[in-house]
């Protein structure tokens, strides 16, 4: 996949959220990204442990540095072989919807993160929690996964902090 901090996610405000829409290309074929998003051993490899039952309603549980942050909800929209969605929240927590998806793009794919932060949060820490995991998942695709680059994540956040206050 293609990452660069230059490359920022579109920021924009939709109801109550801020909406950040992250698009990356990758030679990988959809499949072999669909395979990410949905099994739990890949799952592990560049997002967190846990697993997405992969149909609407399913139950959606990641579990964040060794169970200090762990991610309970249920699938909200989903499409086989292209899109998941689910809140990114805990407990009583407002929902933070993050859709996941993939679609073919040349001999690659296409992938699109959308993610919304409710007003008031931090939509940067947010949107470069994302740029940090895509490549994650670039890494575990090319079958050499990597810790989460807070380098990365630092640096993307203070790049999208002006971007987010401007809206």
Do not use: N
Request: hydrophobic fraction near 45%.
């Amino acid at each position: 996949m293609e990452t660069c901090t230059q490359d920022l996610a579109a920021l924009s405000r939709v109801g109550g959220y801020v909406e950040g829409r992250l698009v990356r290309r990758s030679w990988s074929r959809p499949a072999a990204i669909w395979r990410a998003f949905t099994d739990s051993e890949l799952l592990a490899l560049w997002l967190a442990p846990g697993g997405i039952e992969p149909w609407a309603g399913g139950r959606v549980r990641l579990d964040f540095e060794g169970g200090a942050t762990v991610i309970e909800s249920r699938v909200s929209a989903f499409e086989d072989g292209r899109l998941v969605e689910f809140s990114w929240s805990q407990g009583d927590e407002p929902l933070r919807p993050v859709r996941l998806c993939v679609e073919p793009s040349g001999v690659g794919a296409r992938v699109t993160v959308t993610v919304l932060t409710p007003d008031g949060e931090d939509a940067a820490r947010a949107c470069a929690g994302w740029e940090a995991h895509l490549d994650m998942l670039e890494a575990a695709l090319d079958g050499a996964p990597i810790a989460f680059p807070f380098e990365r994540f630092k640096a993307a956040r203070e790049a999208y902090k002006p971007v987010a206050a401007g809206l």
